[in-house]
């Protein structure tokens, strides 16, 4: 039982390093890095879709993905 408690343990702090590594990632790129939902609605938006698309990420989360991006 305490090796099984101690390997979730484990498993989570090794997945709290993996998201602090992406989110730092995602936030300093100067390419717009996005996420989409089964219906093509984003779901993240990079910082960098205010410089690219003139649009702040919160303003573009919910929204379809080709009314964001040009095709």
């Not at 890095?33 to 938006?45: C, N, Q, S, Y």
């Not at 990420?57 to 993905?65: D, M, N, R, S, T």
């Amino acid at each position: 039982m305490r090796a099984q408690a101690e390997e979730l343990r484990q498993q989570q702090a090794s997945l709290r390093k993996r998201e602090a590594q992406y989110s730092l990632l995602a936030e300093n790129v100067y390419d717009f890095i996005w996420t989409v939902d089964l219906g093509l609605r984003l779901t993240f938006a990079s910082p960098a879709s205010l410089r690219l698309l003139g649009y702040a990420p919160e303003e573009l989360i919910g929204k379809p993905l080709f009314d964001t991006v040009h095709h």
